[in-house]
T-cell receptor, first 114, second 114 residues
Framework: AQSVTQPDIHITVSEGASLELRCNYS??????LFWYVQSPGQGLQLLLK??????LVQGIKGFEAEFKRSQSSFNLRKPSVHWSDAAEYFC????????????FGRGTSLIVHP | GAGVSQSPSNKVTEKGKDVELRCDPI?????LYWYRQSLGQGLEFLIY????????KSGLPSDRFSAERTGGSVSTLTIQRTQQEDSAVYLC????????????FGPGTRLTVL
């Protein structure tokens, strides 16, 4: 069975600082990997996804993530955070050829200080 | 084009009453998911519909929960004899087919059981 761990419940950064949100997964092969963002009162929006190929994935809003097979990680990064990035971030894993139901992490709440 | 819509956006009910939550997926999306998001928790999978196949109900927490999808489009999640622990945000998502594709989420229905 697949699983996802987001070890940080809350992350606080200053506006303009760099950001890295951690995501570790458990899956027997190369999974599908996703990062979603949820702004207050909104549904989730896809930031980026990894299926195969280049392990560095570029997404919307200046975000990127790197798939590291050896570490079973898919960390989300942004070089300079804006106040509007304050939101909840969810990592998810899907299994190619297996369950059709992605598994979501518990989320990381990003707080941005001015 | 139109995204996933959900209604109502907020629902307050009394313990023991039945509630119906509605989801209108994106036209042409064959896969539809329901999730529950409780305060401080991640997304809890409830049920998955894919085309004309039998739904995957493995995430429904009790027999008080049921869902149907009419004509491969609109879905209704019904909670009978609501309990206070049912209070949560109920999210609906749709995708082109299986979980390898991006899920598009609705804004959710916030359910409060008094």
């Amino acid at each position: 069975a697949q699983s996802v761990t987001q070890p940080d419940i809350h992350i606080t950064v200053s506006e303009g600082a760099s950001l890295e949100l951690r995501c570790n997964y458990s899956y027997g092969a190369t999974p599908y990997l996703f990062w979603y963002v949820q702004s207050p009162g909104q549904g989730l929006q896809l930031l980026l996804k990894y299926f195969s190929g280049d392990t560095l994935v570029q997404g919307i809003k200046g975000f990127e993530a790197e798939f590291k097979r050896s570490q079973s990680s898919f960390n989300l990064r942004k070089p300079s955070v804006h106040w509007s990035d304050a939101a909840e971030y969810f990592c998810a894993v899907g299994s190619p050829g297996g369950s059709y139901i992605p598994t979501f992490g518990r989320g990381t709440s990003l707080i941005v200080h001015p | 084009g139109a995204g996933v819509s959900q209604s109502p956006s907020n629902k307050v009910t009394e313990k023991g009453k039945d509630v119906e939550l509605r989801c209108d997926p994106i036209s042409g999306h064959t896969a539809l998911y329901w999730y529950r998001q409780s305060l401080g928790q991640g997304l809890e999978f409830l049920i998955y519909f894919q085309g004309n196949s039998a739904p995957d109900k493995s995430g429904l927490p009790s027999d008080r929960f049921s869902a149907e999808r009419t004509g491969g489009s609109v879905s209704t999640l019904t909670i009978q004899r609501t309990q206070q622990e049912d209070s949560a945000v109920y999210l609906c998502a749709s995708s082109l087919d299986f979980g390898g594709n991006e899920q598009f989420f609705g804004p959710g229905t916030r359910l409060t059981v008094l």
